[in-house]
């Protein structure tokens, strides 16, 4: 026993002094800020004779003790590494108030790393998620000495957290309860059994969404009720994001990565296109994508299955290396990295490999679309479903969607390991369906499906959900992608109108996730549409109120009427890259 002790205690030894033996560290480095609040750095220093580096910063609510071995990765490579506790957490001052004042403290934290001797003036920016998003934020205050940044998979407030088309999820608290106070709630928040079974009381109960703090934590929770109080995308929202004028201001070199199943893609891709459309020209050039077959995790950690789908060995890229080289080129001045082809770099699952172009207009040159129909079925099961159609329907129809906020045996829910394969749930309370007839080629979708419906209510307001999936040659299924919205925002998340009862109106699905698939002859497309009605979600009550605040006494039965005919044509269109 003590001889194995002794060989763990070697092993240890060996493997830190290959990584301290070359470096530096500082832990604990108070930076002030503006306020005279000092936010908390622990920063990496090579260990040679050279008096200044280039920088790069992870701005971060996880606390700095998570990148200690990219600190000592990046230190080698001759960079000091720099970790930054967000105000309020870790070993930073101030109070905890998520994207309220991260840009304001990024820009202080470079303008002092910029200032100090060990730094030769440039100065890059990485990190996901969160940390994505305060680059972005950072950016926007326009530190002089910010020479590039990497925003992976970056989230987008008020437009994919901690809202969805205007609909609150359940984890918005469980992720504020995770970095709430000064360290990490691992094990809380990795707790499923707890706040699923806190959803399931809050589902069964009709607790409106406004007490779900109360009832998860026994608290307010002081963030939470500030986000619930902005329903609508409103200047809340929108003052996080660069202006216009802004954007066309930056022209520093970007790389963005996202990924197809990325959960922060909306906000990701939002940043830029925004970009794209109000940059100008050499920002513009400067700005690089790359878009993998990735989840969240996955766009720091690419593995090669995923929700029972397969990918190539070349989906895996090696993000460290992929982080090094971008910063030996736009820091250090070397080789632009070898992956980067073009400026748009996207992976197509099916054919499994990755292909380029100079924009993102160029990666599809087609759209399928479809009409729906169903003059002979009610479009409610699977094995007598809707028609989507390359016609108009000339016969006029409706299928009807019944949806009770006071039902509560929950809509059909899959926790199996291969959800994006998972057999479609074909018998669940509040869906129809549409089935198109089998491809006639080998075709390739590329981009975000687009959805038109034309509808009427009997209620003030509800929320609908559309997806659509694939069935290949060989009859597995395969998700394709999804969209949800508050119907009171079809004409703009910061622009809520209430329903007509029974007036036909069209609500049109941006969907905002993008994808990249290759779908062999005699694959069929499946369409479906349904109410949603899960404990996961903020429950909408059709009445018209504030979401947040209704209860049980509030709840009306909705039918919802989906249209298609010549005058109402609902259509679903799907982006495709031909072969000319």
Known sequence: MKQTFVIIILVFINWTSVYTQDIDIKLYQNIPMRDGIKLSANIYFPNTTKKSYPVILIYTPYVNDEAVERGM??????????????????????????????????????????????????????????????????????????????????????????????????????????????????????????????????????????????????????????????????????????????????????????????????????????????????????????????????????????????????????????????????????????????????????????????????????????????PNSDAKLLIDPGHLSPQISSVPDTDIIAYDPLDTENTASYSGSDYYTAPIPIEEKGRILYVSNKLDNTTTIIGRFEVGLYISLDVPDTDLQVSLNVVNEVGQVKYIGSDMLRLRYREGLNQPKLAVPDEVFFCKFDTPFITALELKKGSRFIFSINSINSKYLQKNYNSGKDVSLETKEDAKKAEITIYHSPENPSYIKIPINSKK
């Open 73 to 374: 990765y990046f230190a080698k490579e001759g960079y000091v590494f720099i970790t930054l506790d967000l105000r309020g957490r870790g070993n930073s001052e101030g109070e905890y108030r998520p994207f309220e004042k991260d840009g304001m403290d990024g820009y202080d934290a470079v303008q002092w790393i910029s200032q100090q001797d060990w730094c030769n003036g440039n100065i890059g920016m990485m990190g996901g998620s969160y940390r994505g998003m305060v680059q972005w934020m950072t950016l926007k205050n326009k530190p002089t000495a910010l020479k590039t940044i990497v925003p992976t998979a970056a989230v987008g407030p008020g437009i994919d957290f901690p809202k969805y088309d205007g609909i609150f999820s359940n984890y918005a608290l469980q992720w504020l309860n995770f970095t709430g106070g000064k360290s990490r709630n691992n094990n809380l928040f990795n707790n499923g059994t707890f706040w699923s079974n806190k959803a399931t009381k809050k589902y069964k109960e009709f607790i409106p969404y406004k007490d779900w703090d109360l009832l998860a934590l026994n608290k307010r929770n002081p963030v939470f009720q500030t986000w619930i109080s902005h329903p609508d995308f409103d200047e809340y929202w929108q003052n996080f994001y660069p202006t216009p004028k802004e954007y066309e201001s930056f022209d520093l070199p970007i790389l963005t990565i996202t990924g197809a199943f990325d959960a922060d893609q909306p906000g990701a891709m939002t940043y830029y296109e925004d970009h794209m459309k109000y940059g100008n020209p050499a920002g513009k050039t400067n700005h690089y994508l790359i878009f993998g077959p990735w989840s969240h995790a996955g766009t720091r950690k690419p593995e090669t299955e995923l929700g029972g789908l397969t990918f190539g060995s070349d989906s895996k890229l090696d993000m460290k290396k992929l982080h090094l080289e971008w910063f030996n080129w736009t820091l250090k001045n070397e080789k632009k990295p070898r992956f980067l082809k073009d400026r748009v770099n996207y992976y197509i699952m099916g054919q499994n490999k990755w292909m380029y172009a100079n924009q993102m207009d160029a990666i599809s040159n087609d759209t399928i679309t479809y009409y729906l129909s169903s």
